[in-house]
């Protein structure tokens, strides 16, 4: 099935894509069509990954990471480590927009975005503070930290959205929003900002975008990969699971299990400018979210591994 517009994204884009299809329809750019769509997610305090809610690094401070890229311009913006924003997809959107940079860290990207406008908030909401401390609780067991809840699910949580679209005239943007890795160490960056990483488009090919271990990605370019192989001719599906297998190959011992499969997953979304797509995941029962003409939803992963 080939269809424009359409709208890929992670699975928590499932309200998103509707969001995006429905501005393409209406003439807005692809790119800020999914960018109001991960919108969606960054401001829900209750997404424990993304913006507004997501959770904290070590010190229990939100640090939240972003790119975009905008196909028919071929242009591309980014922040990474950013503090205080809820949307952090719009500021890497003004980095491209209002300078003649790509990506810009840490207090950098926050003095930017409030300077351009961007409201400064408290991200760490009641419940991801709670999630921290009892995180902090269990480092160390003769630590002074008391240890109320011994049944409670510590959540490395997964999440980050990415979307990608493209509109009915074959133009395409894609973005990627996270609060990153849960517990992180101060000022670590994953791949989500990195453009060609968290996300990587191609006016002329199509899009691509991840969610999961950001490090694995980052190795092997994989969003930047999957386009490549599309333009290679591979269908955005193959072209996933192609870059899946050189993310094995890249994986180093330590975070190897047995029978050479990986302890962490990643996940792949992509589409073509033709309007075909695709998703794989490392291990099966991913899904991810679409929507064309047929209406928004889920869709089945392809996978490595059973
Ligand atoms: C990161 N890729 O910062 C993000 C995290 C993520 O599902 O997607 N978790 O590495």
């Known amino acids: 099935f080939r269809g424009r517009p359409l709208v890929v994204s992670s699975s928590n884009g499932i309200k998103g ?4 299809y429905d501005k393409m329809l209406t003439g807005e750019d692809p790119l800020d069509a999914a960018i109001a769509g991960v919108n969606l997610v960054e401001l829900d305090p209750t997404d424990q990954s993304v913006g507004l809610g997501g959770l904290p690094n070590e010190e229990g401070v939100v640090q939240l990471d972003a790119s975009c890229m905008h196909g028919p311009t071929r242009r591309a913006g980014s922040v990474a480590a950013i503090e205080g924003i809820a949307t952090p997809s719009l500021v890497a959107k003004a980095v491209m927009d209002y300078t003649d940079h790509i990506m810009l860290v840490g207090a950098g990207a926050t003095k930017f975005a ?3 406008g961007f409201k400064e908030q408290n991200l760490l909401t009641e419940q991801s503070r709670q999630d921290w401390m009892r995180w902090k609780s269990r ?7 008391l240890n109320h809840d011994e049944d409670i699910k510590i959540k490395f949580t997964t999440g980050t959205i990415n979307m990608n679209a493209v509109n009915g005239a074959g133009n395409i943007g894609s973005v990627t929003t996270t609060s990153g890795m849960a517990w992180k160490v101060p000022g670590r960056i994953g791949d989500s900002p990195v453009i060609g990483a968290g996300q990587y488009c191609d006016n002329l090919v199509g899009a691509a975008g991840s969610t999961g271990r950001g490090e694995a990605n980052i190795k092997t370019c ?7 192989f599309m333009r290679q001719g591979l269908g955005p599906q193959e072209a996933c699971l192609k870059t899946l297998e050189r993310v094995v190959a890249m994986t180093e011992a330590r975070l190897m299990g047995p029978n050479g499969r990986p302890k962490f997953d990643l996940e792949f979304y992509a589409l073509t400018k033709d309007g075909r797509f695709g998703g794989a995941t490392l291990y099966s029962g991913g899904k991810f979210a679409v929507c064309d003409e ?3 939803r889920l869709e089945q992963a392809a996978y490595l591994f059973a």
């Open 114 to 116: 409030k300077a351009m």
């Open 222 to 228: 994989a969003s930047f990969l999957i386009v490549e």
């Open 17 to 20: 894509v509707k969001v995006a």
């Open 139 to 145: 480092l160390n067991a003769n630590d002074a930290w």
């Open 294 to 296: 047929k209406g928004a």
